[in-house]
């Protein structure tokens, strides 16, 4: 196989270094890439994973025979469409399908039509009407951009006038849905699919706000863990008949069914499990922990998803614990700094892994590129060793102001330690 990777994250990076492992790999391409990858690929720094037409190209100059789509913003622009015109085999939804993620209208009603738990929500196009119905709601509401929004589109509040403000705002150009807030826990499911049978991956549970205990603002993510603890199997049980088995009905009946990653946000309330919603790529960071626990071939895995052949594949996951730890730039998530240069100490142990987020290599040397820049994840039977073991290869890559939350997992095991 000829493998191309697109995008520039961790969950890139860690996509790529499983492709690495594999025996089936005779040419591994990244576009655009990043120093992590660097080391185990050929980069394409110069391909967008949004411009089609160099995507196209680069698959015929360098004979690609399986493109993996890491981010949704090329899902949305259609580049499955336009691979599988190309007969080039491609993992992840064609566009309408990947409408899932980016329209958060269409998907409530795919959820409501398949009869999927999920928050009550309504549609505004009006200012006029939306304010109405906020004045007259009391308590929080949810309120979400229809479109992508990069984390951005989602607003809980319980004031009024904070409300309306940004519902102003989105409806200067978008649709708005207005949703109850839940209150509960939140958990990532991912299934494989090959457009006819699927595969449940390992539960995980991300880290989103910036600060300890969960607290401070949003973020893309600060950390990871898979599996979860305290997801039951009889939790596991209802997540597959309620959400996960009527969901891929749906995307069969109305001719959406897709090979790739079906991400199910998950938040478990006192009623049992909501979607919140759909993402039709892997998570990040939830990846970077859910991958080292993969024990198959990925490369077979991923040819078994475009084959179609997923029915019959004998999945192999670890009983490991996953912990994975965001290393961030000062500032982030509002203003940060990028190119700083990064020192990884030759102390840090090797059976952890480092995944790179958007790293470049100026004069031979690590720089930083974005806000998050590195996701360390630490692997052990023992979810307490695995979190031991990552917070102490953490401190062994440092940059100027860089900062990370010292709590990742630690909520779950003080729950195992009280059952
Ligand atoms: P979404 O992009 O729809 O997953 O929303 C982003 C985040 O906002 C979720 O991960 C939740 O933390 C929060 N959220 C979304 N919808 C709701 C809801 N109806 N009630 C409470 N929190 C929500
Ligand atoms: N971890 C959240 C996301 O990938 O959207």
């Not at 191309?4 to 005779?26: M, N, P, Q, T």
């Not at 457009?195 to 993510?221: Q, R, W």
């Not at 990552?390 to 890559?397: H, L, Q, S, T």
Request: net charge negative; glycine share 8%.
């Amino acid at each position: 196989m000829r493998v191309l990777v697109l995008g520039s994250g961790a969950r890139e990076h860690a996509v790529a270094w499983k492709f690495s492992l594999s025996k089936r790999i005779s040419g591994l391409y990244i576009a655009p890439g990043n120093a992590g990858t660097d080391e185990i690929g050929e980069n394409l720094p110069d391909v967008s994973p949004l411009d089609t037409e160099a995507v196209l190209r680069v698959c015929r100059d360098k004979h690609i025979s399986h493109v993996f789509v890491g981010p949704e913003q090329p899902l949305d622009a259609g580049i499955i469409d336009a691979l599988t015109e190309e007969d080039i085999p491609a993992v992840g939804p064609h566009r309408q399908a990947a409408r899932l993620e980016s329209s958060k209208v269409f998907s409530k009603r795919f959820m409501n039509t398949y009869g999927i738990p999920t928050a009550d929500a309504r549609e505004f196009v009006n200012f006029q009407d939306f304010k109405q119905y906020v004045v007259n709601t009391s308590g929080s509401l949810v309120i979400k951009k229809n479109g992508l929004a990069a984390g951005k589109g989602v607003f809980e509040s319980d004031d009024t006038e904070e409300l309306l403000r940004f519902g102003r705002s989105v409806l200067k150009d978008d649709t708005l849905l207005v949703e109850e807030f839940l209150q509960g826990w939140e958990i990532s499911v991912f299934a494989i699919t090959d457009g006819n049978s699927y595969i449940v991956l390992p539960h995980c549970a991300d880290f989103k706000k910036a600060g300890e205990d969960d607290t401070g603002p949003n973020t893309g993510g600060m950390g990871a863990i898979c599996p979860v603890p305290i997801v039951t199997t009889s939790l596991k049980q209802e997540i597959r008949t309620c959400i996960i088995e009527p969901t891929f009905r749906g995307l069969r009946e109305s001719g959406l069914s897709y090979k790739g990653v079906v991400y199910f946000g998950l938040m478990i309330t006192e009623n049992g499990p909501k979607l919140l919603e759909y993402n039709v790529r892997f998570g990040d960071p939830e990846a970077q922990v859910l991958l080292p626990l993969i024990q198959s071939d990925f490369g077979n895995l991923s040819d078994s998803i475009i084959r179609g052949t997923l029915d019959t594949f004998p999945l192999r996951v670890s009983d490991n614990s996953a912990v994975g730890v965001v290393i961030a730039s000062g500032g982030y998530p509002d203003k940060y700094n990028k190119m700083l240069p990064v020192t990884i100490s030759e102390k840090i142990a090797n059976d952890v892994c480092v995944f790179h987020a958007s790293t470049v290599l100026k004069n031979g040397r690590i720089h930083t590129n974005g806000g998050r820049c590195f996701t360390v994840v630490g692997t052990n039977k023992d979810i307490i060793k695995a979190y031991t073991k990552v917070y102490n290869a953490v401190p062994e890559i440092s940059f100027r102001q860089s900062w990370y939350r010292k709590d990742i997992a630690k909520k779950f095991f003080y729950d195992l330690q009280e059952v």
